[in-house]
């Protein structure tokens, strides 16, 4: 076996440091050689915070990009666009997030302003077979509801009071007792309960963006989503695309990082961990005290650990279920739904599911142009992954015509992101079933050995952009404070 130091060039001094979250100079007890894998948001952050706290990091990260699943397209496009593959806004409440923004001094826009995003415009919905666009306001449903249920608001009736044991949304660990209390039905399911007529309830799985597609998940994981966004009076992204968060964590962190280092296996000792990773078809070696393991479960269940973990991770890690998610992006050459006074969004029940318009901020660069997305989840996106690259824009260029009728006369062409057909990531983000939040994600966060746990899937706010980098700071702190 090949081995190399790989603290060699990883120690590129980075001027103007903070102090890191919740760490100070007296909470750290000795320096310690920790490596990171996976330069995700979790494993960038968790980098960031060991290194201002004095330790020795190496990341390896198995693509040759950082991010993880934030994603960027740039490539395929016309100069001046970009879609989000993966993470795409962030609300008031992204507290861990909205830190790190302001300390890089990362510019970020509102979602609201009418120049970035035009929300002023109507969404489209297509459902049982029928386009919709709000009147006035109101939407004449297609669905058998109850008197009470059409001249209402569903959200109000049936969803609202599901939220009102919810706590402090910065304190994540108060939201468990909530959470409980709703972790153990699916979300149709309670919504029953509470008097959804079958109606009311295709509805709510339709059209509720936070609702799983195939209504499986439990109903503490669609409603995380809702209780992070209470009380936020505004979402933001990045003008000229996500990456620009993960870049700044890139940049800062330097050489620490090693790209296209695959982890082969780990080996856990008592007095190190050893961790062998595959770099141009060589195999190579590095030691450690600590290591910060980021890779998705969905992935992890193939990577090879000894001694064997405890039985009750091991089952963890080969359960938990990762949502399939393939994401369908078409470039036109004009915003042309906005002559008719839409938005470009657009909830259905066809297999494209959610549509989304991209780029997230208007940059002027773009000009006329934009992107139409075709959000597809669940088992509908494990059927377009059937399909050629072809084959598959073809489809869901159809089924946009049903949403936005014009769109052939303005389509240029397209590109698609299969995220359980990435080898590193296996599935868009980890969907906890009814009674896994509480049951597993204390289990999922507990370290093994000298092996410490982050990213989404071990956040209460699983699948998020703050999940991921809470997960890093809480790591961090693990380690810091051994």
Not at 105 to 130: D, F, M, Q, T
């Amino acid at each position: 076996m090949n081995r190399r130091n790989f603290l060699k060039d990883s120690t590129a001094a980075t001027a103007g440091l903070s102090l890191p979250i919740g760490l100070t100079s007296s909470s750290q007890k000795t320096s310690k050689k920790v490596v990171v894998l996976g330069a995700g948001l979790a494993g960038l952050t968790a980098a960031w915070e060991l290194v201002q706290a004095g330790h020795e990091v190496i990341v390896v990260e198995a693509r040759n990009r950082s991010g993880g699943r934030v994603l960027t397209l740039r490539e395929g496009f016309t100069p001046g666009l970009t879609a989000e593959a993966g993470g795409m806004s962030f609300n008031d409440n992204y507290f861990n997030l909205l830190r790190y923004v302001k300390l890089f001094n990362i510019p970020y826009e509102s979602l609201i302003a009418p120049a970035i995003r035009s929300p002023v415009g109507k969404p489209v919905y297509h459902l049982r077979g029928k386009r919709i666009v709000p009147n006035k306001g109101k939407i004449d449903w297609p669905y058998e509801l109850t008197p009470e249920e059409r001249d209402g608001s569903i959200t109000n009736k049936y969803i609202l009071p599901l939220l009102k044991g919810v706590k402090d949304v910065s304190i994540s660990d108060s939201l468990y007792d909530w959470a409980r209390s709703i972790d153990n039905k699916t979300l149709l399911q309670l919504v029953a309960e509470r008097g959804a007529s079958a109606g009311a309830q295709e509805m709510i799985r339709a059209t509720a963006w936070y609702a799983d597609r195939d209504g499986k998940a439990s109903a503490a994981w669609n409603l995380l989503p809702v209780a992070q966004g209470m009380g936020s009076k505004d979402s933001y992204s990045f003008p000229g695309g996500v990456d620009s968060l993960s870049t700044a964590f890139t940049v800062r962190l330097g050489e620490r990082i090693h790209f296209g280092a695959e982890v082969v296996s780990l080996k856990n000792d008592s007095n190190s961990v050893e961790v062998i990773v595959n770099i141009a078809g060589k195999q190579e070696s590095i030691s450690a005290d600590r290591v910060i393991c980021t890779i998705p479960f969905s992935v992890l269940r193939n990577i090879n650990i000894s001694p064997s973990l405890s039985a009750s991770k091991k089952e963890i890690i080969a359960g938990l279920y990762y949502t399939p998610v393939t994401r369908v992006f078409l470039e036109v050459r004009k915003r042309f739904w906005e002559k008719n006074g839409e938005n470009g969004y657009a909830m259905t029940d066809l297999p494209i599911g959610q549509v989304e318009e991209h780029p997230m901020v208007k940059t002027g660069k773009e000009r006329d142009r934009a992107i139409l997305e075709a959000h597809v989840r669940g088992l509908d996106a494990l059927q377009v992954d059937k399909m050629s690259s072809e084959n598959r824009l073809t489809f869901v260029l159809e089924q946009m015509k049903k949403v936005h009728p014009d769109i052939s006369d303005h389509y240029e062409g397209g590109i698609s992101k299969s995220w359980q057909l990435d080898p590193y990531s296996l599935g868009a983000y980890s969907s906890f079933l009814p009674g896994q939040i509480t049951s597993w994600l204390p289990e999922i966060i507990r370290p093994e050995g000298r092996i410490h746990f982050a990213g989404e899937h071990t956040s209460i706010y699983s699948a998020s952009m703050e999940g991921a980098i809470e997960s890093g700071v809480r790591a961090a702190k693990e380690i810091s404070k051994i």
